[in-house]
């Protein structure tokens, strides 16, 4: 979490500067329409209104902490209920810091290439990669920092998905091996788990190598693999 914070805040800082200050921020994204929180047109293809972000948002978080099988993993590990409700709340709290931070980025990075988009020119290939680009030109000149960013991206990414890649082992193990093998000593069973643990890696890492379509962010692609039943349909 301190990794993150300190990632997100050099960026920040930074790119507040290099944009002309939290003032030319603010005023460049109000202008572009970028501060219309309260949008209520009714259209469902448009991404970012009113009713898509309570609505929408409302189903995407419930995905993510009313059935997803990590978070429910670990709040069984707690000690008590208690315990798990209270590691929710500061979780709460951190996820509100990040958030937070991430969206000053965007709001910064908008003003900065307020007149020239990467994405336009052509100088990404993905929306994924507008973030990292974005770094590299306001930190490349600082030996060492454009590294805290990429530590501050892993510190966010390798948590969360070893918990999903265990999750998905605990799952496989649960409802097909023990299932079929009840007989399995624990040293058997921590094995298999392993094996498990492997084969998903594996398996996400083709489909992340082969099935990889550039006009789907991160966003879209967690909605296509959370729970149908929260998150609509696949």
């Given at each position: ?30 202008t ?44 069984i590990s ?23 931070c ?62 999903s ?18 007989d ?51």
């Open positions: 979490m301190v990794v993150m914070v300190v990632g997100f805040l050099t960026v920040l800082i930074q790119g507040a500067s290099r944009a002309g200050g939290i003032e030319s921020v603010w005023s460049t994204a109000h572009g329409g970028r501060m219309d929180v309260f949008d209520f047109d009714i259209n469902p293809l448009r991404r970012h209104t009113f009713w898509t972000l309570t609505v929408g948002g409302t189903f995407t978080w419930l995905g993510i902490y009313g059935v997803n099988q990590s978070t429910i993993q670990r709040c707690c000690k008590t209920e208690g315990h798990a409700r209270w590691a929710l709340y500061l979780n709460l709290l951190g996820l509100w810091i990040i958030l937070f991430a969206v000053i980025s965007g709001l910064i990075m908008y003003t900065f290439y307020s007149r020239c988009d990467p994405w336009s020119t052509g100088s990404v290939s993905a929306p994924d990669q507008l973030m990292p680009y974005f770094v590299m030109e306001i930190l490349g000149a600082f030996p060492g920092l454009p590294g805290l960013f990429v530590a501050c991206a892993f510190s966010g990414t390798l948590s969360t998905v070893a918990a890649i265990n999750a998905l082992a605990t799952v496989t193990y649960e409802d097909f091996v023990s299932q079929c093998f009840r399995l000593s624990n040293r058997a069973a921590n094995w298999i788990s392993k094996a498990l643990c492997k084969y998903t890696q594996c398996v996400q890492g083709i489909k992340r190598g082969y099935a990889h379509n550039p006009n789907i962010d991160s966003y879209e692609r967690h909605r296509q693999n959370s729970p149908s039943a929260i998150s609509g349909s696949i």
